[in-house]
């Protein structure tokens, strides 16, 4: 017997119960199953996911995430994940005095293990006038987390308690302080293993003594500007990803770039 994992077999066939030996086509994990020993055991040949908008490119499969959600593994196996967190927001302008807010927290991490189960993926939303953004995470219940932290927030108005810290610091606006901090680890442990060089993200820029003293918020492949910086005070750059997944994704390849100030 076979049926969709959205079908319940009628109680007068199977009495309503998985038996040894039944087959089924389970549409959560793309794949083939039979029940064995009060487990429905994986019977596709392939690994695979379900989750997202799945896209194929060369021999890749990709799923990306754009708002909150699950991806559902069919057995064991290994993935190149990237992760990037909610910017945070610029500095507040009501008075014209804004400076640029940090870029949210990358990971990318090649050939990471997951395991046959469902995973929780949150996307971390960008943060409003003077408020950072929030984490994204990539978790399963009782297992493994990874947590790309939120950007902080840019500093502004006459306030020595500028830009807020987060994966990317928020830049400053009083005049003469250093840009808050990035606080996104190199290594990124998941709470069971560490990866090393895998995390990204830079402090902010250092406000100017005269007008306009803003400066950028920290990016994943660079810190933000000073004010004076030529070109302005620009944002640090994102972290250049266009070798992994082409130039077609991202800002040109490119993720997590800090936000200019005003």
Do not use: C
Request: net charge negative.
């Amino acid at each position: 017997a076979r049926w969709t994992s959205n079908f319940t077999p009628p109680t007068e066939a199977y009495g309503g119960t998985a038996r040894n030996g039944m087959i089924r086509y389970n549409s959560s994990i793309d794949g083939i199953e039979e029940y064995r020993g009060g487990v429905w055991h994986n019977l596709s040949g392939g690994f695979s996911g379900r989750g997202g908008t799945r896209t194929y490119s060369g021999s890749y499969t990709y799923h990306t995430f754009i708002s909150s959600s699950s991806m559902i593994f069919n057995a064991s196996g290994s993935i190149d994940i990237l992760i990037v967190a909610g910017g945070g927001g610029g500095g507040d302008n009501s008075n014209q005095r804004g400076a640029g807010g940090g870029a949210g927290g990358l990971i990318y991490i090649g050939s990471y293990p997951v395991i046959e189960t469902t995973y929780t993926v949150t996307v971390g939303g960008g943060g409003a006038e003077g408020a950072s953004g929030t984490n994204s995470v990539f978790s399963y219940t009782g297992g493994t987390t990874l947590t790309a932290t939120g950007g902080g927030a840019g500093g502004y108005n006459d306030n020595t308690d500028n830009g807020a810290d987060g994966g990317s610091g928020g830049g400053s606006w009083y005049p003469g302080y250093a840009g808050a901090s990035g606080t996104q680890a190199a290594n990124t442990s998941d709470g069971s293993n560490t990866y090393n060089s895998t995390g990204w993200g830079n402090d902010g820029g250092t406000s100017g003594s005269v007008m306009p003293y803003a400066s950028g918020g920290g990016g994943a492949g660079a810190v933000g500007a000073n004010y004076n910086t030529a070109g302005g005070p620009v944002g640090g750059v994102g972290k250049d990803m266009s070798a992994t997944f082409g130039s077609s994704v991202g800002e040109s390849g490119y993720f997590a770039g800090g936000g200019g100030g005003a």
